[in-house]
């Protein structure tokens, strides 16, 4: 890669003197989502990040759409047929079902009384990126879902962020961390260098992801 296009420090504060108040303004509607949602609410933020993962933001948001008016009743067969457009469509709408009716079976969906519970900072994302009962989650998808519900202090690891803190010199390689030990010691390198830098790692995480897909969403 030429040094023109490479990301640099320089170049990433540039960016965000462009784009901080949106960021701002994105960063605020997360932290309000929590104190409004429902049970159904977060739910459905969660499908979005089940079908978010190995596709695309835009296109997970399209999913949840589709889906909404059956969200809650539907079995696997009927949602894939509405997800039909996702390249994933028929494994994503069984992780879906599967999760759903273990969070009816064992908390009678409560999900954000189960998630209030929760107070510890890396046992709250461990309930869901070790839960096998919660499907197609992981550690990157359970932050991702958690900063959306306005959690905050989760890195996104996802390949657009990894690759700019590789760039940056920030990480050693632009894999994914594939494990949960990796991924907490990219995440504390993330944080540090977001630190250092002047913006929080959920600032940082934002304007990395807007750095390489030109948008800001969720």
Same mark, same amino acid.
């Given at each position: 890669?030429?040094?023109?296009?490479?990301?640099?420090?320089?170049?990433?504060?540039?960016?965000?003197?462009?784009?901080?108040?949106?960021?701002?303004?994105?960063?605020?509607?997360?932290?309000?989502?929590?104190?409004?949602?429902?049970?159904?609410?977060?739910?459905?933020?969660?499908?979005?990040?089940?079908?978010?993962?190995?596709?695309?933001? %835009?296109?997970?948001?399209?999913?949840?759409? *589709? /889906?909404?008016?059956?969200?809650?009743?539907?079995?696997?067969? $009927? &949602?894939?047929?509405?997800?039909?457009?996702?390249?994933?469509?028929?494994?994503?709408?069984?992780?879906?079902?599967?999760?759903?009716?273990?969070?009816?079976?064992?908390?009678?969906?409560?999900?954000?009384?189960?998630?209030?519970?929760?107070?510890?900072?890396?046992?709250?994302?461990?309930?869901?990126?070790?839960?096998?009962?919660?499907?197609?989650?992981?550690?990157?998808?359970?932050?991702?879902?958690? %900063?959306?519900?306005?959690?905050?202090?989760? *890195? /996104?690891?996802?390949?657009?962020?990894?690759?700019?803190?590789? $760039? &940056?010199?920030?990480?050693?390689?632009?894999?994914?961390?594939?494990?949960?030990?990796?991924?907490?010691?990219?995440?504390?390198?993330?944080?540090?260098?977001?630190?250092?830098?002047?913006?929080?790692?959920?600032?940082?995480?934002?304007?990395?992801?807007?750095?390489?897909?030109?948008?800001?969403?969720?």
């Amino acid at each position: 890669m030429s040094s023109r296009n490479t990301l640099t420090i320089y170049k990433l504060l540039e960016l965000y003197d462009e784009r901080k108040m949106h960021i701002a303004e994105r960063l605020k509607q997360f932290a309000e989502f929590y104190k409004h949602a429902d049970d159904k609410a977060l739910f459905e933020e969660l499908v979005f990040c089940i079908c978010a993962a190995g596709y695309s933001a %835009r296109g997970a948001m399209r999913c949840v759409e *589709a /889906i909404r008016p059956i969200l809650m009743h539907a079995d696997a067969a $009927e &949602l894939a047929g509405r997800m039909h457009f996702h390249r994933f469509a028929s494994t994503r709408a069984k992780y879906i079902f599967h999760t759903r009716e273990y969070l009816r079976r064992e908390f009678n969906f409560k999900l954000k009384e189960v998630i209030s519970s929760l107070d510890d900072h890396h046992g709250r994302r461990d309930f869901l990126a070790l839960n096998r009962d919660i499907k197609g989650i992981g550690y990157k998808e359970a932050s991702h879902f958690l %900063r959306n519900i306005g959690f905050k202090g989760y *890195a /996104i690891l996802d390949r657009h962020v990894v690759r700019c803190l590789f $760039e &940056l010199g920030v990480l050693g390689n632009d894999k994914p961390p594939n494990t949960r030990g990796r991924y907490i010691e990219a995440e504390e390198r993330a944080k540090a260098f977001s630190q250092r830098i002047g913006l929080t790692v959920d600032e940082l995480d934002l304007l990395l992801w807007s750095y390489r897909t030109g948008e800001i969403l969720k």
